[in-house]
C-alpha cells in the first residue's frame, strides 16, 4: 500500500468520522482544510494538521489553498476527501486545477448542482420509479400566497441546500414542520428574511417517528459504478437545528433488496462518483419508501457504516489508489476468433461495437497480434499510451468526461479529437450515456 495522507475538507462531525476510519484501517492521523473549525474537531487527536482560511468557499482562493499545501508535502500522495456539500461543488468545478496533486473521487458539477437541487433530484426519482411525498413549491416572490396542494402539516426545507447551510435567522432549523396556515406563514417569513432568497421545497409529512426513517451511504468508483450500499434505520435523532440521526441500526432485516436494487441503478444511471448519502422515510400508510434528498457526500453520521465493518475510507482509498476497473465477463468462440484472424491477415479491419467488446478482444489478444479462443473476466485499463493489438474501430456511445470509458476512447483515437467530437456532440446537442446517440471512432494513424 502507498503511504498516503487523508486531507479532509470540513471540519464538522462528518470529518471526525473519516478521520477515526482513515485511522482505524490505516493507522494514520488526517489533514483538515476548513473555514473554521467546528466543536466536533477542536479538541480530537485525529488530525495532526490544520488549515483555516475563512475565505475557502471562494473558487480562487480554494484553488490555492489546496495547491499551497500540496506543494508543503510534496513528494507525498494526498488523498483529498470533501465532507460537505459545498465543498463537493467547489472540488467539482475546480477537479481539473487539483487532479496533478491530488487523488480523489468527485461528482461532475453538473450532477451535483443537479441533484444537490431537490427538484431536479424528485424529478430523476419519478425515472427510476422511486416514490417520494407529494410536493410542491414557493418562492420569495409567492410564498404569501401560494396555495398547497394537499392538506397541513407541511413540511418546509430548503431546495438549495449549500446557500441554506450558510443563512442565518432565529430558531433556525435543517427541515421546519407546519401544522397550520399561521405557522406556515411565520416560518416561510423568518427563512425568507435571512440571505436565503432560493425555493423552498413544500411536503406532505409522512407520518412516523424517527426510526421511521432510512439512511444510505454509498461510494461509487472512478468507474460511476456502486461498490458500497449501507442502508441503517435511525432510532434517535438530535433535536438540533442541524438534526443529526444520534443512533443508527445497521440491520439486515430493514435491507430491502428491491429498494437497494433501485437505488443502485439510479446512482449508476446518473455516473455518479464517489460517495452520495440519502434519506429515505417508510410511509406504513401506503407500504413505500419516500425518499426525501440526496447529498454529494457521506452522511454527518455516517461513522455507522464504519462501525458496522464496512470502513469508508477503505473503499476510497482502494479506488483511487489502487483502481481497480470493473469485471467483465466474455466468451470468443474458436469460430469467432478464425473468422477475425483471416480478417486481420488479408488486410481487414476489426470494428468493436461497444467498450466491453473491445476490452474483451484486447484481452484475449497475444503479443503477436492473433486472438485466441478463450472465456473468462477481464480487468484491463485502456487509457492513452496503449497499444492496441486487435481493435481498429469502436463503435459505443458518447460516454461522461473524465470517466474510464472516455480514456480508453481516447487512447483508440487521440484525446484531441475525441475533444472536438464531444464539443461538436454537445453543440448538436447529441444524447449521452447507456441510452443515447452512437458514434464511430476511428484509431489514430500510427
Given at each position: 500500500?502507498?503511504?498516503?495522507?487523508?486531507?479532509?475538507?470540513?471540519?464538522?462531525?462528518?470529518?471526525?468520522?473519516?478521520?477515526?476510519?482513515?485511522?482505524?484501517?490505516?493507522?494514520?492521523?488526517?489533514?483538515?482544510?476548513?473555514?473554521?473549525?467546528?466543536?466536533?474537531?477542536?479538541?480530537?487527536?485525529?488530525?495532526?494538521?490544520?488549515?483555516?482560511?475563512?475565505?475557502?468557499?471562494?473558487?480562487?482562493?480554494?484553488?490555492?489553498?489546496?495547491?499551497?499545501?500540496?506543494?508543503?508535502?510534496?513528494?507525498?500522495?494526498?488523498?483529498?476527501?470533501?465532507?460537505?456539500?459545498?465543498?463537493?461543488?467547489?472540488?467539482?468545478?475546480?477537479r481539473a486545477a487539483l487532479e496533478p496533486y491530488y487523488k480523489f473521487a468527485c461528482p461532475t458539477e453538473e450532477n451535483v448542482m443537479n441533484l444537490d437541487m431537490k427538484e431536479y433530484f424528485y424529478k430523476a426519482c419519478e425515472k427510476h420509479g422511486?416514490?417520494?411525498?407529494?410536493?410542491?413549491?414557493?418562492?420569495?416572490?409567492?410564498?404569501?400566497?401560494?396555495?398547497?396542494?394537499?392538506?397541513?402539516?407541511?413540511?418546509?426545507?430548503?431546495?438549495?441546500?449549500?446557500?441554506?447551510?450558510?443563512?442565518?435567522?432565529?430558531?433556525?432549523?435543517?427541515?421546519?414542520?407546519?401544522?397550520?396556515?399561521?405557522?406556515?406563514?411565520?416560518?416561510?417569513?423568518?427563512?425568507?428574511?435571512?440571505?436565503?432568497?432560493?425555493?423552498?421545497?413544500?411536503?406532505?409529512?409522512?407520518?412516523?417517528?424517527?426510526?421511521?426513517?432510512?439512511?444510505?451511504?454509498?461510494?461509487?468508483?472512478?468507474?460511476?459504478?456502486?461498490?458500497?450500499?449501507?442502508?441503517?434505520?435511525?432510532?434517535?435523532?438530535?433535536?438540533?437545528?442541524?438534526?443529526?440521526?444520534?443512533?443508527?441500526?445497521?440491520?439486515?432485516?430493514?435491507?430491502?433488496?428491491?429498494?437497494?436494487?433501485?437505488?443502485?441503478?439510479?446512482?449508476?444511471?446518473?455516473?455518479?462518483?464517489?460517495?452520495?448519502?440519502?434519506?429515505?422515510?417508510?410511509?406504513?400508510?401506503?407500504?413505500?419508501?419516500?425518499?426525501?434528498?440526496?447529498?454529494?457526500?457521506?452522511?454527518?453520521?455516517?461513522?455507522?457504516?464504519?462501525?458496522?465493518?464496512?470502513?469508508?475510507?477503505?473503499?476510497?482509498?482502494?479506488?483511487?489508489?489502487?483502481?481497480?476497473?470493473?469485471?467483465?465477463?466474455?466468451?470468443?468462440?474458436?469460430?469467432?476468433?478464425?473468422?477475425?484472424?483471416?480478417?486481420?491477415?488479408?488486410?481487414?479491419?476489426?470494428?468493436?461495437?461497444?467498450?466491453?467488446?473491445?476490452?474483451?478482444?484486447?484481452?484475449?489478444?497475444?503479443?503477436?497480434?492473433?486472438?485466441?479462443?478463450?472465456?473468462?473476466?477481464?480487468?484491463?485499463?485502456?487509457?492513452?499510451?496503449?497499444?492496441?493489438?486487435?481493435?481498429?474501430?469502436?463503435?459505443?456511445?458518447?460516454?461522461?468526461?473524465?470517466?474510464?470509458?472516455?480514456?480508453?476512447?481516447?487512447?483508440?483515437?487521440?484525446?484531441?479529437?475525441?475533444?472536438?467530437?464531444?464539443?461538436?456532440?454537445?453543440?448538436?446537442?447529441?444524447?449521452?450515456?447507456?441510452?443515447?446517440?452512437?458514434?464511430?471512432?476511428?484509431?489514430?494513424?500510427?
Amino acid at each position: 500500500m502507498t503511504e498516503f495522507l487523508p486531507v479532509l475538507l470540513g471540519s464538522d462531525a462528518n470529518v471526525y468520522g473519516m478521520a477515526r476510519s482513515f485511522f482505524m484501517e490505516y493507522h494514520i492521523t488526517s489533514a483538515m482544510v476548513c473555514k473554521a473549525r467546528l466543536v466536533a474537531t477542536r479538541n480530537t487527536r485525529l488530525i495532526s494538521e490544520v488549515v483555516v482560511e475563512p475565505r475557502l468557499e471562494e473558487d480562487e482562493v480554494f484553488v490555492k489553498t489546496l495547491t499551497d499545501f500540496a506543494a508543503e508535502h510534496s513528494g507525498k500522495t494526498l488523498v483529498l476527501l470533501s465532507c460537505s456539500d459545498g465543498y463537493t461543488i467547489l472540488l467539482a468545478r475546480n477537479r481539473a486545477a487539483l487532479e496533478p496533486y491530488y487523488k480523489f473521487a468527485c461528482p461532475t458539477e453538473e450532477n451535483v448542482m443537479n441533484l444537490d437541487m431537490k427538484e431536479y433530484f424528485y424529478k430523476a426519482c419519478e425515472k427510476h420509479g422511486l416514490s417520494y411525498p407529494k410536493t410542491s413549491s414557493c418562492t420569495v416572490q409567492n410564498y404569501r400566497e401560494v396555495q398547497l396542494p394537499f392538506e397541513f402539516p407541511c413540511i418546509i426545507k430548503p431546495s438549495n441546500s449549500m446557500a441554506y447551510w450558510n443563512c442565518h435567522f432565529p430558531h433556525k432549523k435543517k427541515v421546519f414542520v407546519a401544522y397550520n396556515q399561521q405557522e406556515f406563514n411565520e416560518i416561510t417569513a423568518a427563512i425568507y428574511g435571512s440571505s436565503y432568497q432560493d425555493e423552498l421545497i413544500l411536503q406532505e409529512y409522512i407520518p412516523g417517528d424517527d426510526n421511521c426513517m432510512r439512511v444510505l451511504n454509498a461510494y461509487c468508483g472512478l468507474d460511476h459504478k456502486v461498490k458500497l450500499m449501507a442502508l441503517g434505520r435511525p432510532l434517535l435523532e438530535e433535536q438540533t437545528p442541524i438534526g443529526n440521526y444520534a443512533a443508527i441500526l445497521s440491520d439486515p432485516e430493514y435491507n430491502d433488496a428491491a429498494l437497494l436494487e433501485k437505488l443502485k441503478n439510479f446512482l449508476e444511471d446518473m455516473q455518479w462518483e464517489g460517495f452520495a448519502n440519502m434519506d429515505i422515510k417508510y410511509d406504513a400508510r401506503t407500504g413505500e419508501y419516500k425518499m426525501f434528498e440526496m447529498n454529494p457526500r457521506q452522511g454527518r453520521s455516517s461513522y455507522f457504516v464504519t462501525a458496522a465493518g464496512y470502513n469508508l475510507s477503505k473503499w476510497l482509498v482502494e479506488d483511487v489508489l489502487e483502481h481497480e476497473m470493473h469485471s467483465e465477463y466474455y466468451v470468443v468462440e474458436p469460430e469467432q476468433a478464425a473468422i477475425m484472424n483471416e480478417t486481420k491477415k488479408n488486410g481487414g479491419r476489426i470494428i468493436a461495437v461497444g467498450t466491453t467488446s473491445t476490452r474483451t478482444l484486447e484481452s484475449v489478444t497475444d503479443e503477436n497480434g492473433v486472438i485466441q479462443p478463450k472465456s473468462g473476466w477481464t480487468k484491463i485499463f485502456i487509457y492513452p499510451g496503449y497499444t492496441f493489438k486487435a481493435v481498429d474501430c469502436l463503435v459505443t456511445n458518447f460516454h461522461l468526461p473524465e470517466s474510464t470509458l472516455i480514456m480508453l476512447v481516447s487512447a483508440l483515437m487521440g484525446k484531441d479529437l475525441v475533444m472536438e467530437s464531444y464539443a461538436e456532440a454537445v453543440k448538436e446537442r447529441y444524447r449521452f450515456f447507456s441510452f443515447g446517440d452512437a458514434c464511430l471512432f476511428l484509431a489514430k494513424e500510427k
